[in-house]
Structures are given as C-alpha cells and as structure tokens.
C-alpha cells in the first residue's frame, strides 16, 4: 500500500488547491468535497508519477473517480440544473455517495493492495535499447502488423473481428519500442500510427480510444524524456483543454456526419469548433454538458433508483451470464450476452433507449445489481484486485521478456474506462492476456531478450560457484 500513501506528490501544492475549491464553491455539501478531494488525490499521484512509469494503476484511478465521483459531484452541486431530466442524477446526494465513494476506494485499495513498488508499471528502458537493437526491424514489423490487421479485420465475424482487433494494437506497441529503443526519434512513424487513430476516431465521431492512447503515448514520452515538473504541467493543461474541446464538441460532430449532412473528417470538426463560438464555449450550459459526459454516476443512480424497488437484486445471477460472456466464445455459448445488449440496460435503469443507441451500466452498476451496496463495494475491490495481479503476472515475466511491458497499455486502455459494460471489460481482458499467452509461447525466442557476454559470463560462474 506504499503505492498509495507514500507515493512522492507536492502536498503544498494539493492542500492550496484543495482551499480554493472550498471557497470557490462554499455551497458544495461536504461529501462533495470528499469526493473532489478523493480524485484529486488519485490525479496527483497520476501526474507525478509519468516519467518514471507507465502508470496504469493510478490512471485506472483517476479515471474511476472522473466518472464516478467528480461528476456527480459537479452535478449535484448545480450543473444538474442544465440537464435534462433523464440524465440528472435519480437519487439524493447521501444515497448516492453513501455506495460510489467506499466502491471506488476499495477499488483503489484493490489496484494497490498486492502492488509492492507498482509491480509491472517500471520500464527496464536499458533492456528495450537492448532488445530493440537485438531486433532492429521488429517495430516496424510490429507497426505494418498492426495496419495490416486494422483494414482486414472487418471482414471478419464477431469472435474473430475482435482478434484482429487486437492485432492492430501492435502498431503502437512498435510506436512505443521506436521512442524507447532508438536515441533518435523517427516521427514520420510516429505522425503515421497515431494518426491513424484521429483518422479513425474522426470518421466513428469515437474519441475515447484516441484520448487514452495519447496518454499512454505522453506517458512514453515522459519516460524517455524526464520532463520537469513544470512541463508536465503545461502539457498537462493543454491535454486538459483538449479534452474539453472534444467532449463539448463530440456531440455536435456527431450529430453533422451520424446524420449524413457532413462528411467525417477533420474539416467538419474544424467547422463544428468555429460555430461553437457563438454558443459560448465556456458557458455554465456548455460546461454542464461536457459533465454529463464524465458523469457516469447519473446511470448508476437510475440503476439504484430501479434495483430493488422494481427489479430484484440478481444476487449473482448477472454477473455468472457476464463472465460467461467474457470468456467463453460464442461457438461454446451461442446464448452468451451481446456487446451493446440494450435490453440489460433498459431493464436495470429503467431508461428506454432508441434502436441503434447502446450504454453500458459500468462495473460499478453491475455491482449494484448483483450484490447490492455492501457487495457492491466488496466486488469493486476484488475488481481492482485482478487489475493488479494481471500487472503483477506481466512484472514476473519482464525479467526474460521485457518487451511485454509495453503490451500492457494495449492490455488495458479499454478496461480502464469505467463507463464501459463490465462483460467487454473482462471480455477484452481475458482475450488480450490470453492473445499474448499464445504469442509468448510461439515466439518464445523472438520476444526473449538475448544475454549479453558479460551476463553469460556471469551466469557460467554463478553454476560453477
């Protein structure tokens, strides 16, 4: 637990900023502010903790507590005033608070509780200089793979689709071994790989992928860099405001190509920004909508709002038919839960969605609908319990194969997000570390790390001692 409360962050600086909001916001009932305080928190250990680690565990936080604690708060301290009436939070605040905040702590302690010096998060940057000049050409193989397997994946089913899928993640796993291995950067791969993902994230108007990507990709960076405090904090700010671009805009975008009046692209979101200017980009009413977008909470408080009054808790029943889906294909279990099962989602919020829409409850909903709101808690904790231990698996493998490593953002950049159906979650954590497994054990020698001469010298006196 070291990870957790003794991690390096500027306490001065967390405390200032703590006071601010407090008296900025002198309204904001006190569990809010526990709230804010508790994101807050996992943000700083976050941000001080790039340039010495991919870190996925406090990223895994921050992100739970975006969703389901700062959020809410936000809405519950006046910008629900701004939304429509499905989309404000169901519940009084207490109720509320009462479940999100212990689920999302025991999920944090569950990130750290096995984590000893953030196990599988250190990258051995000697050894990937190492290994990527014991196979120079293997990024690039790494990044034509990853495209080859993006344009032919489509034309695959479901089950298969979804491998491909994955497949075509290992064009930034190459991204990342080309800034790590080499000195000199080679931007004109890097200008390539990640936008691809703009382009794709313009024409599917989808930018979630695209946002955690670039951070996993600043978190890459950092590494090889070792920037100061204060240029973190520069990009941190103007990745901040990037985010709030595309969450105010996303909508609008949408609505222009989903409808077919524009063409997906990069001049129609250009457009879509320069006709924001009239709407006040930074009004109450266009921040309020840019909350409901990180506002997962309000889908859990129709959730509560629905179990058990209307609907009973399913005390495990749910939870066997997501693992199910998550695991098993569906050659085995042809019956198995659909991705996008609107008819889940409607039956446990109580909301109707249109033909075509899909929502996930997220795991914390799906922890509520099973076991309650003590279970639910527990279940969060053990939830981010199998995030750590997968880390720590990839950690006691690094040794030999430290290219592995760096599978890790491909591993969770989508389990990460808490706004997502806990069925897909499990389903593309099981099948990515399944993925590898295989590819470990086919290509044993070719991700291995060759020893050097002196390391085999010593390891000929080691056996002779």
Same mark, same amino acid.
């Given at each position: 637990m070291n990870s957790l409360f003794k991690a390096k962050i500027d306490w001065g600086v967390y405390i200032i900023i703590a006071i601010l909001i407090r008296v900025a916001f002198f309204n904001m009932s006190w569990v809010s502010y526990v709230a804010i305080l508790i994101s807050m928190h996992q943000f700083f250990l976050f941000f001080y903790a790039l340039g010495y680690m991919i870190p996925v565990r406090y990223l895994s936080g921050a992100f739970m507590c975006m969703q389901m604690l700062l959020g809410p708060a936000m809405a519950y301290s006046g910008l629900d005033a701004y939304q429509r009436p499905e989309s404000k939070m169901q519940i009084p605040e207490l109720d509320y608070f009462m479940y999100a905040i212990p689920a999302v702590i025991c999920f944090i302690i569950g990130l750290h509780v096995s984590a000893g010096k953030l196990k599988g998060e250190f990258i051995n940057q000697e050894k990937i200089r190492r290994y990527v000049a014991q196979n120079e050409k293997l990024p690039y193989y790494f990044v034509a793979f990853g495209f080859v397997a993006s344009f032919i994946g489509p034309y695959f089913g479901s089950e298969l689709g979804f491998v491909f899928f994955l497949f075509s993640n290992f064009k930034f796993i190459g991204a990342f071994l080309i800034i790590l291995g080499n000195k000199k950067l080679k931007p004109l791969y890097l200008v390539l790989v990640f936008g691809s993902i703009v382009a794709s994230s313009l024409q599917q108007a989808m930018f979630h992928d695209l946002v955690t990507w670039l951070i996993f990709l600043g978190a890459v960076f950092a590494l090889k860099y070792k920037p100061s405090v204060n240029v973190k904090a520069l990009f941190a700010i103007g990745f901040a405001i990037l985010a709030l671009v595309i969450q105010q805009l996303k909508g609008d975008y949408r609505q222009a190509t989903w409808t077919g009046k524009e063409g997906a692209g990069l001049s129609t979101f250009v457009q879509t920004y320069d006709q924001s200017e009239s709407k006040g980009r930074f009004s109450i009413e266009s921040i309020a909508e840019s909350n409901i977008r990180i506002n997962q909470g309000f889908i859990v408080t129709h959730i509560m709002k629905t179990v058990p009054a209307k609907v009973p808790y399913e005390n495990g029943a749910e939870m066997v038919e997501i693992l199910k889906a998550a695991?098993?294909?569906?050659?085995? %279990?042809? &019956?198995?839960?659909? %991705?996008? &099962?609107?008819?889940?989602?409607?039956?446990?919020?109580?909301?109707?969605?249109?033909?075509g829409t899909s929502m996930g409850m997220s795991t914390m909903g799906d922890a509520y609908v099973n076991f309650g709101t003590f279970g639910g808690v527990i279940f969060m904790f053990f939830f981010g319990l199998l995030f750590s231990e997968i880390l720590n698996a990839f950690h006691k493998r690094s040794a030999e194969y430290p290219v592995l490593l760096l599978f890790i953002p491909m591993v969770f950049y989508y389990p990460i997000r808490p706004d997502c159906e806990l069925q897909t979650i499990l389903g593309h954590l099981f099948k990515s570390c399944f993925l590898i497994f295989v590819m470990l054990h086919v290509w044993q020698a070719k991700l291995r790390l060759k020893p050097t001469k002196a390391g085999k010298q010593m390891a000929v006196a080691k056996e002779a001692s």
């Open positions: 695991i098993l294909p569906r050659i085995l %279990a042809p &019956d198995k839960l659909m %991705a996008g &099962d609107r008819t889940i989602f409607m039956k446990y919020t109580g909301l109707f969605l249109m033909p």
